[in-house]
């Protein structure tokens, strides 16, 4: 199996295209994490390839009949839904309501296990705690309806008062790859059981893991302002983006990078080959396998792993990026000159570093989670697959 920074970075897309958004609104949903295969064929097979899904609801603060989920995402180029029923639905204008929000929601059972079925799609299983999501659809840029997701970073989103999270998939005739995210932000615990080929869990918060996390940030100077009551922590980079957290946070790292590297040399070892790079006429510039050049980032590029550390799927220079944007999240590129850097002890080890990963990796049991959008270099994200998947489980673990 491929090193996970060679792997297409569909998911960053979805998440740049739904995080990125301005903060005054929602995102409408773009494309979907981890697209590996060509999903052309995928209409006609769904529904007879449907894999089984079960929602456990071991929250212990709410009762089956509070929990709402919602299954929402893209097949075939169209923003589609999960009914009720396991069928797919296009999203729909008309399925706005007299209060201006489409109700998807599907109801666990009474008590116990709620079984479903999922259809080969990409998208996010939303799970609400309390009451339900306000889903708009909407009309996007190419006159199709689509879907404003939440925004619980924003705090004029109409689901900024609403307990809730998500988890991401892509089904298709290639298989089931999934995780659990704390990219843009934390609130809920979840945890996934992917069954076939392999029997294999990720994401699962040790007890008493959320409420450490709230505390460590709580008490962390910079990111205190993240912790949005009882309710979830909002990732640093949409906390800049709201005012919530310093855009100059990084600068002096940054800045202490740039002078290393302008006088030695920082390899980078990615499935193409290996790169090196030195710092010549303020950008950091590879040569290896392809050449690759990249400017000095700002704190916004770093957190969001974006704008000067932005990865195409190219093979080459998108791993790179990849790799640096976790090094300079995990803050070990001053420690070590040759990157990844795959000894967990050496991450979040300086003052200037990524709090809310360090506190994300320390909430779960096996210390995997996605803190960042690259925290998939080296497979240190909550992040699974099966190329034949028997059925999937996602519980809401203990508060």
């Not at 790079?277 to 590029?301: C, E, H, Q, W």
């Not at 991450?347 to 998939?376: L, P, S, V």
């Amino acid at each position: 199996m491929a090193s996970r920074q060679q792997r297409p970075l569909g998911r960053r897309k979805f998440l740049a295209a739904l995080g990125g958004a301005a903060v005054a609104a929602p995102a409408v949903a773009a494309i979907a994490p981890h697209a590996f295969a060509d999903t052309a064929t995928e209409s006609a097979t769904s529904a007879a390839q449907a894999l089984p899904l079960t929602i456990v609801n071991n929250s212990g603060a709410f009762g089956n009949a509070s929990v709402h989920v919602y299954i929402v995402g893209n097949q075939d180029g169209r923003q589609v839904r999960v009914t009720p029923d396991g069928t797919l639905a296009p999203i729909a204008l008309s399925d706005n309501g007299a209060d201006g929000f489409t109700d998807y929601a599907i109801p666990l059972a009474g008590s116990g296990e709620t079984r479903l079925s999922l259809p080969r799609m990409s998208g996010r299983i939303y799970v609400a705690l309390g009451r339900k999501l306000k889903f708009r659809a909407v009309t996007d840029g190419n006159g199709d309806a689509a879907l404003q997701y939440p925004a619980g970073w924003v705090s004029s989103d109409p689901n900024y008062p609403v307990l809730h999270d998500c988890a991401e998939f892509t089904y298709n005739s290639a298989g089931m790859f999934c995780n659990t995210t704390m990219v843009d932000m934390f609130s809920v615990p979840l945890s996934i059981r992917l069954t076939g080929a392999r029997d294999q869990t990720t994401g699962t918060v040790r007890g008493g893991g959320r409420a450490a996390a709230f505390a460590a940030l709580r008490q962390t100077e910079g990111f205190s302002r993240l912790v949005v009551d009882d309710t979830r922590v909002i990732a640093p980079g949409h906390g800049l983006d709201a005012g919530l957290f310093a855009k100059d946070y990084f600068a002096p790292y940054i800045d202490e990078v740039w002078s290393a590297y302008t006088g030695r040399d920082l390899t980078v070892k990615t499935d193409a080959g290996t790169f090196t790079g030195r710092v010549r006429g303020g950008r950091l510039t590879f040569d290896g396998p392809a050449s690759a050049g990249f400017g000095k980032p700002s704190t916004r590029d770093v957190l969001f792993c974006d704008g000067a550390l932005a990865a195409p799927n190219d093979g080459t220079t998108g791993p790179v990026a990849a790799v640096l944007g976790a090094g300079f999240n995990r803050s070990t590129l001053l420690a070590a000159a040759a990157h990844p850097v795959t000894d967990a002890s050496s991450f979040y080890r300086t003052g200037i570093t990524n709090h809310y990963a360090k506190a994300m990796h320390a909430a779960t049991e096996d210390g995997r989670a996605y803190g960042f959008a690259f925290d998939d270099v080296a497979d240190f994200a909550s992040y699974i697959q099966d190329t034949a998947p028997t059925g999937i489980r996602l519980t809401l673990s203990p508060f």
